[in-house]
């Protein structure tokens, strides 16, 4: 088997055991799921920056840059979205309704 043939199977097989984990999780866990993949992304994020740092090659230099701005917009995004759910947790004092009842 060629090189590209192993690679791709172990990302085709990687692919359905993610999807397979993903569907599983209940929804009361999806929240610190959520944050655990914030996580990891701020390391992902962090390896970027140290590989595109130390390469002298143009085409590796771009596909690093474009790598460093989509792990930062998904990880930043992971945040806002983890925020918004436990937001939506947060006991409201009857002073703060905006129904104008309280």
């Keep these: ?5 192993v690679w791709l199977t172990i990302f085709v097989l990687s ?3 993610g999807v397979e984990v993903i ?3 209940s929804s009361t866990l999806h929240t610190p799921l959520m ?9 992902i994020l962090l390896g970027a920056v140290i590989v595109t740092g130390a390469t002298d090659n ?11 701005v989509l792990a930062a917009v998904n990880m930043v995004g992971g945040f806002v979205v983890t925020d918004r759910m436990l937001q939506m947790f947060v006991r409201r004092r ?8 309280g």
Excluded: C, W, Y
Aim: charged share 15%.
């Design 23 to 25: 569907a599983k999780v």
């Design 15 to 17: 692919v359905f055991v």
């Design 35 to 43: 944050s655990g993949a914030n996580a990891i992304h701020g390391v």
């Design 94 to 101: 009857p002073s703060d309704r905006q129904d104008g009842r």
């Design 1 to 5: 088997m060629s090189e590209p043939v």
């Design 58 to 68: 143009t085409v590796a230099l771009v596909v690093g840059l474009v790598a460093i």
